[in-house]
């Protein structure tokens, strides 16, 4: 039960925040940017990048990326810290070496799936083996 009650509390956060990041967005699409009307940019705006005569600012290229990716990477992270407080409620923990072990193990197996669905013009393939035989 306990579970449960935390779960629904989390749900509620995760709500709030999508909101919250969804009025913020509209507020800041809603106001006019410097480069919209000709006016010079902040002094804190920096510059980066540059295509002719137009320059592309730093808070331009946050808000293109906020609209673009802002929800999903807010879900993400939510997801990370629920799973994270959770985990350390629990008391589960993982090392560096299981982590290293784990991303050795699904780089061969997807290794040997790729391996697997190639295939060799004019030679053959043991799966069973892993050995090639080009005649």
């Not at 919250?20 to 919209?36: E, F, G, H, I, T």
């Not at 293109?64 to 810290?81: C, F, I, P, S, V």
């Amino acid at each position: 039960m306990r579970n449960t009650k935390w779960l629904v509390g989390l749900n509620v956060l995760l709500a709030a925040a999508v909101i919250l990041l969804s009025a913020l967005l509209l507020l800041r699409n809603s106001s006019v940017s410097p480069s919209d009307n000709g006016a010079l940019p902040p002094k804190d705006d920096k510059i980066v990048g540059r295509v002719g005569d137009q320059d592309i600012l730093l808070s331009v290229l946050e808000d293109k990326l906020l609209q673009k990716y802002g929800a999903e990477l807010l879900n993400q992270m939510l997801d990370r810290t629920a799973i994270q407080l959770e985990a350390d409620e629990m008391g589960l923990a993982v090392s560096e070496e299981e982590i290293t072990h784990e991303l050795s193990r699904m780089t061969a197996s997807l290794f040997l799936r790729m391996v697997a669905t190639t295939s060799f013009k004019g030679g053959a393939f043991c799966k069973d083996s892993l050995f090639f035989t080009i005649s």
